[in-house]
Nanobody, 116 residues
Framework: QVQLVESGGGLVQPGGSLRLSCAASRSIFSFSVMGWYRQPPGKQRELVAGIRLGGSTDYADSVKGRFTISRDAAKNTLYLQMNSLKPEDTAVYYC??????????WGQGTQVTVSS
């Protein structure tokens, strides 16, 4: 069983930055895709950013130019650098790792609150 442990969430003022981390219990290169999702209050979970095994990345339009997804294979860790945060970025952020379409794993989530 794969364990994904997120950290780095918290309360930040608009315009601030946070970096989320997702530590995996096995090599991140064993996953075809890893990504970050978020679920705002009262809304559905949505994809924020993803990174494929080969390194190509995708971002939701709402975060392009502000968020950066990256990984450190030596630490088996996925990151999400979030800059210029807005109140609408407030959500629970989840790490996701896919081996295949039917074999996917989720972290427990970390709360990000953007408020003055």
């Amino acid at each position: 069983q794969v364990q994904l442990v997120e950290s780095g969430g918290g309360l930040v003022q608009p315009g601030g930055s946070l970096r989320l981390s997702c530590a995996a219990s096995r090599s991140i290169f064993s996953f075809s895709v890893m990504g970050w999702y978020r679920q705002p209050p009262g809304k559905q979970r949505e994809l924020v950013a993803g990174i494929r095994l080969g390194g190509s990345t995708d971002y939701a339009d709402s975060v392009k130019g502000r968020f950066t997804i990256s990984r450190d294979a030596a630490k088996n860790t996925l990151y999400l650098q979030m800059n210029s945060l807005k109140p609408e970025d407030t959500a629970v952020y989840y790490c996701n790792a896919k081996v295949s379409a039917i074999n996917t794993y989720w972290g427990q989530g970390t709360q990000v609150t953007v408020s003055s």
